[in-house]
């Protein structure tokens, strides 16, 4: 027998009958996304320099400004006016935007325990890009020691 969801709780936390806690990001739809990585590569752009950066040619300028209001909305993107027109700009780096995305996955499908994360990670990778094993070992490498020289800092501050 189906769980019944009720749009909030749909997909797989739906069928499995989890409810879902609440997203440290909300839900994003692919134009929402494709206007984030526009401006995540450009920094600072105008809705008419999202235009000419999009792959849809057919978009209307006043989709872009719709989708660009919606990101505001969910506080994902903030704007300046300049002149005539308003610049937009992510408020999230895409790496802390990938980050709060996997914490939100792993508190709704662990439970917030990151070792099946973890594991579920590397099997995709070595399934899918077995070449970037040596570079995740890389960056792991880099944040333990960006971590311990914090942590080094803040102890010698007490």
């Known amino acids: ?11 797989l936390t739906g069928w499995l009958g989890v409810k879902r806690p609440a997203a440290r990001i909300p839900a994003l739809g692919g134009r929402e996304l494709a206007v984030l990585e526009i401006l995540w590569r450009r920094g600072q752009v105008s809705a008419q320099q999202v235009l000419e950066q999009m792959s849809e040619p057919s978009l209307a300028l006043s989709t872009v400004q719709s989708t660009l209001e ?7 993107v903030s704007r300046a006016k300049l002149g005539r027109a308003y610049y ?4 999230l780096a895409k790496s802390d935007m990938i980050s709060n995305l996997l914490r939100d996955i792993a508190q709704e499908i662990t439970g917030g325990d990151m070792a099946p994360m973890i594991s579920g990670f590397m099997g995709y990778i070595s399934g899918e890009a077995p070449g970037m094993e040596p570079e995740l070992a890389q960056a792991l490498h880099g944040h333990r020691r960006g ?5 080094a800092k803040g102890s010698a501050d007490d």
Do not use: E, Q, V
Request: glycine share 14%; hydrophobic share 30%; proline share 0%.
């Open 88 to 91: 937009y700009r992510a408020t």
């Open 147 to 151: 971590a311990g020289a914090k942590g």
């Open 1 to 11: 027998m189906a769980a019944k969801t009720d749009g909030r709780n749909s997909g």
């Open 70 to 76: 919606r990101l505001h909305r969910k506080d994902l």
